[in-house]
Each structure stands twice: as C-alpha cells, then as structure tokens.
C-alpha cells in the first residue's frame, strides 16, 4: 500500500529534473544565437517614418554586410554619394525599397561612405558609414 502512495514522487523528480534542465538550456541556446548573429557580420538600418536612417552614422569593421530595412509606409533608397566615395569603391544604390523590403550591400572598400534617400535627401535623409580597415 505504501508503494503506491510513493509512486508519484520519482515522476515530480523527473519534472522538476527536465524544468531545470530547460533552464540551463535555453540560456545556452539565446547565447548562441548572440554569436550566430555576430558571426553574420550583418548589421541593420532602418528607413524610418521621419525619413531617417536609423541609425543614421555607422562605424563598421570591413567586410561587414549592411541591410537597408523599409520600416516606413512610403519608398525609400539607400544611395551612395558619388562625390563621397573612397577611392577603389563602385557606387551603388538600393533602388526604390517599399515598405517592408530590404536592400544589402558589403563593404569591401575602406574609408567614408556619404549616402542619401534619393526622395527625401532635401529632408535630410542622409547617413554615413565608415568602413574600418
Ligand atoms: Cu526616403
């Protein structure tokens, strides 16, 4: 009869066994995705409602892909200042990016790049990335 009253007590221990498991687990796990992220070596501007780049300055190392998000309701282009460029780098220029649409570009080239929303650059849609060597 005893036996039967402590069944139940191992299965509690296995719940509570496979609860602290997952604890550990799934810290490991968002940590892992924080390094697949940096490993990507991808980092991310927003176009935004106020016709900003956010963030609108950039400090990246080389070799670094940048994607252009449309966060706002109206188009949007990342555009590079061809007066801006350093020296070896081609222009480029995203085209127009809907809402929602995403435009990358790598940098392969050091230096300061000037780039502009070729609709909204009298608005002050201007950013700026400098690319480490
Ligand atoms: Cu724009």
């Given at each position: 009869?005893?036996?039967?009253?402590?069944?139940?007590?191992?299965?509690?221990?296995?719940?509570?066994?496979?609860?602290?498991?997952?604890?550990?687990?799934?810290?490991?796990?968002?940590?892992?995705?924080?390094?697949?992220?940096?490993?990507?070596?991808?980092?991310?501007?927003?176009?935004?409602?106020?016709?900003?780049?956010?963030?609108?300055?950039?400090?990246?190392?080389?070799?670094?892909?940048?994607?252009w998000k449309n966060?706002?309701?109206?188009s949007?282009?990342?555009?590079?200042?061809?007066?801006?460029?350093?020296?070896?780098?081609?222009?480029?220029?995203s085209?127009a990016l809907y809402s929602g649409q995403t435009w990358?570009?790598?940098?392969?080239?050091?230096?300061?790049?000037?780039?502009?929303?070729?609709?909204?650059?009298?608005?002050?849609?201007?950013?700026?990335?400098?690319?480490?060597?």
């Open positions: 009869m005893s036996a039967v009253g402590e069944r139940p007590a191992p299965r509690l221990r296995s719940i509570v066994l496979t609860l602290a498991l997952a604890c550990l687990v799934v810290p490991v796990l968002a940590a892992c995705t924080a390094v697949e992220a940096r490993d990507d070596n991808r980092l991310t501007v927003e176009m935004t409602d106020l016709r900003q780049f956010d963030p609108a300055s950039l400090r990246v190392p080389l070799g670094v892909t940048v994607v966060e706002s309701l109206v949007h282009t990342a555009t590079a200042e061809p007066r801006s460029l350093p020296t070896g780098a081609e222009p480029w220029d085209g990358a570009y790598h940098f392969e080239v050091p230096g300061t790049y000037v780039y502009v929303c070729r609709y909204h650059e009298d608005e002050g849609m201007v950013g700026t990335i400098v690319v480490g060597a």
